[in-house]
Every structure is written in C-alpha cells, then in structure tokens.
DNA sequence: ACTAAGTTGATAAAATTAGTCAACAATATA
DNA sequence: TATATTGTTGACTAATTTTATCAACTTAGT
C-alpha cells in the first residue's frame, strides 16, 4: 500500500511549477532538472494533468506549463486520483460484481471507509498550502544556516 | 494505491476465524474454502499473524487456528501493517536519506499525514467492530427474504 | 526553414504481487 | 507406535504493475 513514483512525481511536479510561475510558461526539462525527474518520465505525468485542465502547455520556443486555475483551487485528491488511479483500495469496492460474497461483507465496508478518509485529508490540501508550507521550511533551513 | 489481496485475504480470514470459533480450533482449510481463498496461499497469510501473537495454531487432527487475544483487542492497523508492511507510503517518510531534498520537502509531510490517518481509521476498526457489522449485515439480508 | 519545445506510442527492464508445489514437522488417536 | 491429519516452510513461477527509455511526431516562434 503506497504511493507510486507518479503520484510523489506529479505532485513535486506542480508544486515546482506553482512554485516557479510568474508570467512565463515553466519549461518541462527545468521541473525535471530540479526535482531530479527523468525529462522523459515526467511528459507522461503531465500528460493527464493537461487532459485534467489542471495545467496547460503550449509548445515551441518559450513554450512550457502553467497551472491552468490558482493553486487554491488544486486539491491533492484530484492529482492523486488522476495518476494513482481511482483509488478503490479494494477492487469490489468499486464493482461489487467480481466478488458474489459482496452484498454481506464487512471488511469491504472498511476499505471504503478507508478511502473515504484518504481523499479527505488529500482533498483538505491544496496547492497554495503546500506553497506556504515549503516556503515555510525553506525560511527554516535559512535560519538554521545562521546558528 | 490499493491494499493488495493479502491484507484483503487476511482481514476477511481473520474475520471468518472469529465468527466460526467456540472452543475447538477452526481449520484453515475450511477457513479457505468459505472465502474462496487458496490453501496454499492462505497458509502464507497466516504465518505472520501467528509471529506477531494474533493467532494461534495447532498441528495435527483436531487442530487449527484460534484467535490469541479477545476480538475487541486486535485492530485493524496490527493486521494491515503486518501483511502490507509499514505503510509508508513513499519511501523518504521512513528513511528520509533517500532523497536529498527530504529536509526542505512539503509534499513528504503530506504523505506522512495520510498515512496517519489511515492508520487512524484502521486502528478504531476492531475485529469485534467487524463482527458486529458482518452480523448486522446477514440479519439485513435475511430480512431481504421476506419482503 | 529551423529550432525549441511539448505529445504520443512502442517497447522493455525491474520489482512486486499472487499463487503453486513439495517436502517437512507436530500431534491426536487407533 | 503407526498413521492420518493438520500446520510450516521455502523454492519456484506466472502475471501484473511500475518505472522508465527512445524515437517519431506536432506545434509554435524567429
């Protein structure tokens, strides 16, 4: 039971971005330089992003990707749900079919409930909070520097 | 993100012992056949609850499995993290050497975060809880019969 | 035209999951 | 004490998922 690489990439990926946005577009190969992502692996986590309209991306010369709405209203229960997939941590969960016991279980109820408080905390934090957060720790360390 | 069969197989197992236990020890082949789970497979699944005093175990004719401890005494989180391993979700929460970006990284406190409140939830399960609503639920569906 | 970007699909190595099988160990009981 | 019954252990394997890499392609700016 864990996060994948592309859950953990994909929200580095944006935060990065969010991080490093102004007006110009971020470039793809900067993101993977800085968070020590392969440039070919993180084109197939922003893929779905883009598909999401959590970011856009324009090509060519001074091409990149931006957040495509403010950080505060990017949730990580959506970035986690679109690259980990629908996270029915169970799969009769999500279709009841492939198990005839399913109607009468008990445990089933469990991981349902389990996924519910997932998405809970996952979808209490947002992108602007994890800009303040990382902020936060890198004033942090800077002080650190000074003891 | 999912809980793979083996916490699945091993919730279900442990639920179906506490359910069929009186005095005599339950067999784990009869444990196998009401949850269609295979023998050999579900042997593997017994043995670390036995390692970590949940269970216990008796060779021989007449033997079996038997819950070591009161139902209401064995939570949720024991049974999962035992069989999924401890769920870090991403690996620099458990040993933050990993990545050298550790000390200054927002998105790793996130991940920590849910995985307490997984544990959270898991924890306030007991097997007793369970057995409560299995029972719940099959009277439920008795009723169904009526109507 | 040319170059700088993102896009897409095929492919593959590595790791994990899920499961099987067979040899073995312990115990009740006839 | 012989034997059938049950759990124990470890080696092995098939399937799936994860984690990529590479190359061909598209789009946009200069």
């Known amino acids: 039971m864990k996060v994948s690489t592309k859950g953990q990439y994909a929200t580095r990926a944006l935060l990065d971005l969010a991080l490093h946005q102004d007006e110009a577009p971020v470039l793809l190969k900067h993101i993977a330089q800085r968070q020590k992502i392969s440039l070919s692996y993180l084109e197939h986590l922003i893929t779905p992003l ?5 970011i856009t991306s324009t090509r060519g010369p001074r091409g990149g ?9 990017i949730g990580l ?8 997939g629908a996270i029915s941590l169970v799969e009769c969960v999500g279709n009841p079919k ?5 109607q009468s279980c008990a445990t089933r109820e469990v991981w349902d409930e389990l996924r519910q408080a997932m998405m809970g905390v996952l979808k209490s934090v947002t992108l602007r909070d994890l800009m303040e957060r990382q902020r936060e720790k890198e004033n942090a360390t800077e002080i650190m520097y000074y003891i």
């Open 65 to 73: 990707i931006s957040l495509a709405r403010p950080p505060e209203e």
């Open 77 to 84: 229960d959506e970035v986690v749900q679109l690259l980990e």
């Open 98 to 102: 492939v198990c005839t016991m399913s």
């Open 50 to 54: 883009i598909a999401a309209g959590i």
